[in-house]
């Protein structure tokens, strides 16, 4: 293990501020199963402890969420030691089935879905989009495959500020290095792909994408999320207000993270009223899909997801967030529907070109 999640570990003093605030001890109530619980495995596994099949649930149920980092009174960065035990697990040869399956689905078909890979974008069959730009809009494999309206809705939005599409983009990589594995030919393949384009900055619609962008790949291009892009470009877009009341719910990977809270609202309130959630902003309680635990553990992942929900105030419209897997995550267990900032925006949009 590297030596900053060694100290990371020395740092955690067992005082257990981390345990009510764990979405997964909330769901189980077993130590083993919460920030601290997992901190003292972490432990004994780097010293040698022989791991079983429970250690492994427990260390992957951890969704990456970073609540325990924000509120741990030690500076620990427990979701970072996870996330490295969970590659040490892994070269260990101790690995779940469906991360099995999730490992083979990505690097098989350029995506965790596993779904089959098209020739070409489907964006570039349905838009004229020109090949060189300075902005590459990465759609992301939830947007390539399971929202493809919002995806082209999004890039509808900015496709006059600069910006081109992957012909060939894969997974960013993300799944794969949330849950141990490496995610190096990814990585390659999207930076030669970019690289064709010319483009000096990746605008990334999903929060994972973002962060893994941000953090994983080398520094060779800015990276921004659509909501700092079109925060940035809003006198341009042509909004206008709706009488609508929505929610928002900040992602994990993008809020907490990497500190975009300000942006999404920005757009927000340009179309809407916002009422916020009863946690948010670097408070905000997790959807319960990160950190491969919606794939590996789904009926935990929804009871998390309900009891994100009890955030929600009355009264509103939409509940909004600008991450695919989030909202993927949270309409499930949802009775205000779920939707995406783009899917907002789009309609202040469509409001103006009616009154037009
Ligand atoms: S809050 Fe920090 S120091 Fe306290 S038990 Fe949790 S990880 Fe350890
Ligand atoms: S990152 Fe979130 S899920 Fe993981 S241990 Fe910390 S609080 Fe629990």
Same mark, same amino acid.
């Given at each position: @293990?590297?030596?900053? &999640? ?19 001890? !909330? ?12 901190? #003292?495995?972490? &432990? ?26 924000? @509120?741990?009174?030690?500076? $620990?960065? *427990? ?5 490295? #035990? ?43 989009? *020109? ?29 006059? @500020?600069?910006?081109? +599409? #992957? ?7 993300? *799944? ?10 990814? =990585? ?6 970019? !690289? ?42 042509? #909004? ?22 300000? *942006?999404?609202?920005?757009? =927000? =309130? $340009? ?10 902003? !670097?408070?905000? &309680? ?29 009264? +509103? ?17 949802? $009775?205000?529907? +779920? ?7 789009? @309609? ?5 070109? &009616?009154?037009?």
């Amino acid at each position: @293990m590297q030596e900053d &999640k060694q100290r990371s570990i020395l740092k955690c003093v067992r005082c257990g501020a981390c345990r009510s605030i764990c979405p997964v001890f !909330e769901e189980f109530g077993w130590e083993s199963f919460s920030t601290r619980g997992r901190m #003292l495995l972490a &432990k004994g596994i780097s010293n040698g402890m022989d791991v079983d099949e429970s250690m492994i649930d427990s260390i992957n149920t951890c969704t990456t969420c970073g609540l325990c980092e924000q @509120m741990c009174p030690a500076g $620990a960065k *427990p979701s970072d030691v996870f996330e490295e #035990l969970r590659r040490d697990l892994v070269s260990m040869g101790k690995i779940t089935g469906t991360q099995l399956e999730l490992y083979n689905n990505t690097l098989l078909t350029g995506n965790p879905l596993g779904e089959k890979r098209p020739d070409t974008s489907f964006i570039l069959k349905q838009r004229d989009v *020109p090949k060189v730009a300075d902005y590459v809009y990465f759609v992301g494999c939830l947007g390539s495959y399971r929202f493809r309206e919002t995806a082209l809705k999004t890039y509808d939005l900015i496709k006059d @500020m600069g910006v081109t +599409v #992957l012909s060939d983009e894969v997974c960013c990589g993300s *799944p794969l290095l949330r849950t141990g594995f490496d995610a190096d030919e990814l =990585i390659r393949h999207n930076l030669e792909q970019i !690289e064709k384009t010319g483009a000096h900055t990746i605008v990334a619609s999903c929060a994972g994408c973002y962060n893994t962008f941000k953090n994983d790949y080398p520094d060779r291009f800015n990276v921004v999320h659509i909501t700092e892009f079109l925060a940035e470009h809003i006198d341009e877009l042509g #909004l206008e207000m709706l009488d609508i009341t929505v929610t928002y719910h900040d992602p994990c990977h993008l809020g907490r993270a990497n500190r975009v809270f300000d *942006p999404p609202r920005k757009l =927000i =309130i $340009a179309v809407c009223d916002l009422k916020e959630m009863r946690t948010n902003r !670097e408070n905000a &309680k997790c959807c319960g899909g990160g950190g491969g635990v919606r794939k590996g553990y789904p009926e935990l992942s929804a009871s998390i997801a309900k009891k994100r929900i009890m955030d929600v105030p009355d009264n +509103v419209d939409y509940m909004v967030t600008c991450c695919p897997l989030c909202r993927t995550n949270l309409e499930q267990a949802s $009775a205000v529907p +779920v939707i995406d900032l783009l899917d907002l925006l789009y @309609m202040a949009q469509k409001e103006r070109l &009616k009154v037009a």
